[in-house]
């Protein structure tokens, strides 16, 4: 187990503020939101590719590979491409981490 140093200002707002029964509880419930706030605000931006083009981007990354996406050298293909492909990458890093911790 690792010990944490926390402020007194920063206790205090995890006890006002923080759903818990005890610090411990309190920091997981913190950590298990702002994952959540991740994993969501990835899910809307993805959303925004799959609503414009119309798939998943695994689909999508299928159809790129196999050079079946028009206009695949566009700028703005190629860019939504790399944008969509950064977004799917960075939501699994937090949908990694909270599934680890909650067992699901």
């Not at 006002?16 to 994993?39: C, M, S, V, W, Y």
């Not at 695949?72 to 890093?93: C, G, Y």
Request: glycine residues 2%.
């Amino acid at each position: 187990m690792t010990t944490v140093s926390l402020s007194e200002k920063l206790i205090r707002v995890l006890e006002d503020f923080t759903p818990g029964a005890d610090l411990e509880t309190k920091l997981e419930n913190l950590t298990r939101e702002n994952l959540e706030h991740q994993i969501r605000t990835c899910n809307e931006a993805l959303s925004h590719f799959e609503a414009k083009y119309g798939q998943t981007f695994a689909d999508f990354a299928r159809l790129w590979r196999e050079d079946k996406v028009p206009d695949k050298h566009a700028h703005e293909v190629e860019r939504d491409f790399m944008e969509w492909e950064s977004l799917q990458m960075e939501k699994e890093k937090p949908y990694a981490t909270f599934n680890s911790r909650t067992g699901t």
